[in-house]
């Protein structure tokens, strides 16, 4: 009987280091998803420069 309580809680262990990685894993997913709508919006104001400066050299 004391295996199986040892057991239960390194299962439980395990189960809550699962939930600690999940909660890691959303947490770098939004923050990459963060991170790509920054990177498009600097993009797009750099292209839009691009073109101010074209449209001033021709």
Do not use: C, F, W
């Not at 990177?39 to 797009?44: A, E, G």
């Amino acid at each position: 009987m004391e295996e199986l309580t040892k057991l239960e809680e390194k299962v439980d262990k395990l189960i809550s280091l699962v939930d600690e990685l999940k909660q890691k894993i959303e947490d770098y997913e939004e923050q990459n998803a963060r991170l790509k709508t920054r990177d498009n919006d600097m993009k797009s104001k750099i292209e839009g420069i691009i073109e101010r400066v074209d449209r001033l050299l021709v």
